[in-house]
Nanobody, 125 residues
Framework: QVQLVESGGGSVQTGGTLRLSCTASEYTLSTYCMAWFRQSSGKEREGVAGVYTNTGTTYYSNSVRGRFTVSQDKAKNTLYLQMSSLKPEDTAIYYC??????????????????WGQGTQVTVSS
């Protein structure tokens, strides 16, 4: 069972940047995709960005496209999320997840079967 540990969260002002990291206990071929989700108070968890691990193809939600960049370093078993031009509405707990399935880009919860514990991101105005 792959274990995921997020880090890099914190507090920034509007327009600031943060980089989140997610280190996996192993980066196996069975991990078809890796993604970042977020959940803010009172809202459902939403997919933010992800990558198909074998091809490196990335996918984003409309709310972050152009501001966030997802990347992976297989040698370090690590997934990253570079966040720029942060807004107060980006405030949330950010989770990384590992999934299997061609429809990873839909951020369907049923595809992602391994989750990290989350890291808090707070953006103040």
């Amino acid at each position: 069972q792959v274990q995921l540990v997020e880090s890099g969260g914190g507090s920034v002002q509007t327009g600031g940047t943060l980089r989140l990291s997610c280190t996996a206990s192993e980066y196996t071929l069975s991990t078809y995709c890796m993604a970042w989700f977020r959940q803010s108070s009172g809202k459902e968890r939403e997919g933010v960005a992800g990558v198909y691990t074998n091809t490196g193809t990335t996918y984003y939600s409309n709310s972050v496209r152009g501001r966030f960049t997802v990347s992976q370093d297989k040698a370090k078993n690590t997934l990253y999320l570079q966040m720029s031009s942060l807004k107060p509405e980006d405030t949330a707990i950010y989770y990384c997840a590992a999934g299997n399935g061609a429809a990873c880009y839909k951020f369907s919860a049923g595809i992602y079967d391994t989750w990290g514990q989350g890291t808090q991101v707070t953006v103040s105005s």
